[in-house]
């Protein structure tokens, strides 16, 4: 039968060690983030972002930003952060607005309160398989693949999706030679042909791409595990609208033998990740 992948016990451990550390250590973590402008999901986010720190004992600092600072403003306020020994963590919210330098800004962020792992540094040490921040949502789907002892070894692992945040530090995570890992990764994008056939060759099938209901059920292997990162917003006749991810989840639930549900899957745990971060 298959076995719908929750967040929920696995958000509920991760806190509850984050909280016990943080009492045990008696320590005071606190994350700076940078918001500049109104985007309503940005603001969302950090907002239910504030609300678990508050319950972990992590303090979450918005800070909402002209969204006219000027690049140069910027990097001083990253600068007055990189050298807060207050602030553990600094984590700038996307998108931002167009006159600014998004890969200088990161770059500026020091790499060890880079909590997103999207610095060059973190990126880098994530490749050679040293210690560093691992970005949030890839080390969100380890994480649910541990605790439902998923084995991952020598299996053929897809990836649909080649984003700097999402595909490519997945497909590495997945290629180190660890338990959790040893797969045998493919990465897809757009320009890949015959993507069905490629899919359908997976064990274990991660989308990562952005389009609602992309994965239908004959692109999947019976029983393949099925792990969705996508959230997309769709339109809905009751409630305005509603989030669902890349696979038609109805539609593959019967052929999977484990799947992630959208809501209440990937993206809750990769909160706890950032929040693990910061501690
Ligand atoms: P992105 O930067 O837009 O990357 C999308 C990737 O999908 C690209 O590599 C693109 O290929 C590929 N792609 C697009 N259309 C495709 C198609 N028809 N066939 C095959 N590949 C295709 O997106 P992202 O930031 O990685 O986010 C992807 C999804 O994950 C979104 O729904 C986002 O909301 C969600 N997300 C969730 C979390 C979470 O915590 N759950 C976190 C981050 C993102 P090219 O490279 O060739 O353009």
Same mark, same amino acid.
């Given at each position: 039968m298959t076995k719908e992948l929750r967040a929920k016990p696995i958000i509920k451990k991760v806190y509850t060690e984050i909280r016990e550390e943080i009492e045990a250590k008696n320590l005071s973590p606190r994350l700076d983030v940078i918001i500049l402008g109104e985007d309503p999901a940005s603001l969302y986010y950090v907002q239910?972002? $504030?609300?678990? #720190?508050?319950?972990?004992?992590? %303090?979450? !600092?918005?800070?909402?930003?002209d969204p006219k600072l000027s690049q140069e403003n910027l990097l001083a306020k990253i600068d007055e952060m990189n050298n807060n020994p207050k602030v553990s963590g600094v984590m700038l919210q996307k998108p931002l607005p167009n006159h600014l330098n998004e890969t200088e800004i990161v770059n500026a962020i020091n790499p060890k309160k880079d909590v997103d792992g999207f610095h060059p540094v973190n990126m880098g040490k994530l490749v050679l398989d040293e210690p560093g921040f691992v970005p949030?949502? +890839?080390? @969100?789907?380890? %994480? *649910? *693949?541990?605790? /439902? &002892?998923? &084995?991952?070894? #020598?299996?053929?692992?897809?990836?649909?999706?080649?984003?700097?945040?999402? #595909?490519?530090?997945?497909? !590495?995570?997945? =290629?180190?030679?660890?338990? /959790? @890992?040893? @797969?045998?990764?493919?990465?897809?994008?757009?320009?890949?042909? !015959? =993507?069905? %056939?490629?899919?359908? $060759?997976?064990?274990?099938?991660?989308?990562?791409?952005?389009?609602?209901?992309?994965?239908? &059920?004959? *692109?999947?292997k019976k029983d393949a595990i099925v792990i969705d990162v996508g959230v997309n917003q769709i339109e809905d006749a009751e409630k305005g609208y509603r989030y669902v991810g890349d696979v038609d989840y109805e539609a593959c639930f019967?052929?999977?033998? &484990?799947?992630? +549900?959208? +809501?209440?899957?990937? #993206?809750?745990?990769?909160?706890? *990740?950032?929040?693990?971060?910061?501690?």
């Open positions: 239910n972002l $504030q609300k678990k #720190g508050e319950k972990i004992g992590i %303090e979450v !600092n918005a800070l909402n930003l949030c949502t +890839p080390a @969100a789907c380890i %994480e *649910m *693949m541990k605790f /439902y &002892e998923i &084995e991952t070894s #020598g299996k053929n692992v897809v990836i649909i999706g080649r984003s700097n945040i999402v #595909g490519k530090p997945l497909a !590495n995570l997945l =290629l180190r030679k660890d338990k /959790y @890992a040893n @797969a045998t990764v493919t990465v897809c994008h757009s320009r890949t042909q !015959n =993507l069905a %056939e490629i899919s359908k $060759q997976a064990d274990i099938l991660i989308s990562a791409i952005g389009i609602p209901f992309f994965v239908k &059920e004959g *692109m999947i019967d052929k999977s033998s &484990e799947i992630t +549900p959208v +809501p209440g899957g990937v #993206g809750s745990v990769t909160t706890s *990740m950032l929040l693990k971060n910061v501690l």
